[in-house]
């Protein structure tokens, strides 16, 4: 079984379009993220929802915009596409924010490799 | 975020044990170590973390300094499998998004067969 799931696998768009990326996490836990991995392999946090929240958005630009229409999904839309957008995108969950769960893993999908065109 | 510094690369034969070293000078008290790897085309895994005391599970070893400035993750049998980045992070457990993973650059491992 899947634990964190995300589709599709390769997506390629040309600039100017508006995409989306789903991500489905079938562990039960209360917190989801999105990073992203530029072509430097440098992984960046982009978002974290914990149960349905944002908790975390760091400085990525309006057009991103996720949404978590519940705690087991977390879905990434991108409007006007642009060159620099091309990435892999991996989505990932763990089981909270509180004190306990802390240091608890992260599970990631395996990717969402863009590329714009 | 306390910065980790780890080598950009390290090679391996398989069968033999790796050691792939981590410096964290300014950590601080409520930082725990974590160590995350990602095979070629797959997303991070994690692999052990720790916050004092030497760690072991079924995937690696981990030693940590007396000082906690610098620790150690440990692969006692590398495996053709093994060959991924590895990541040293440090992962705060102190409030609001501290808990968050901020990956480095890690240390890619090469496993020579």
């Known amino acids: 079984d899947t634990a964190v799931s995300q589709t599709p696998k390769y997506l390629v768009t040309q600039m100017g379009n508006d995409k989306s990326i789903k991500c489905e996490q079938n562990?039960?836990?209360?917190?989801m993220y999105w990073y992203k991995q530029d072509s430097k392999k440098f992984l960046k946090i982009m978002f974290s929802?914990?149960?349905?929240?944002?908790?975390i958005n760091e400085t990525v630009p309006n057009r991103f915009s996720p949404k978590s229409p519940d705690k087991a999904h977390l879905n990434l839309h991108i409007n006007s596409l642009e060159l620099g957008d091309s990435a892999v995108y991996f989505c990932a969950s763990s089981p909270g924010t509180g004190l306990g769960s802390r240091n608890s893993p992260l599970h990631f999908g395996n990717g969402t490799r863009l590329t714009v065109t | 975020d306390a910065k980790t510094t780890q080598p950009n690369s390290m090679e391996s034969n398989e069968e033999e044990p790796v050691h792939l070293p981590c410096n964290h000078s300014?950590?601080?008290?409520?930082?725990?170590i974590h160590w995350y790897r990602q095979l070629p085309s797959q997303g991070p895994e994690y692999v052990i973390h720790?916050?004092?005391s030497n760690v072991n599970n079924r995937m690696a070893s981990l030693a940590i300094a007396e000082d906690r400035k610098s620790s150690t993750l440990i692969l006692h049998r590398a495996t053709l499998r093994d060959a991924a980045v590895y990541y040293c992070?440090?992962?705060?457990?102190?409030?609001?998004?501290?808990?968050?993973?901020?990956f480095g650059k890690g240390t890619l491992l090469t496993v020579n067969p």
């Open positions: 562990l039960g836990h209360d917190t």
């Open positions: 300014t950590i601080s008290g409520t930082d725990y």
């Open positions: 929802y914990n149960n349905k929240e944002l908790i």
């Open positions: 992070i440090l992962r705060s457990t102190s409030g609001g998004s501290n808990y968050k993973l901020t």
């Open positions: 720790g916050l004092t």
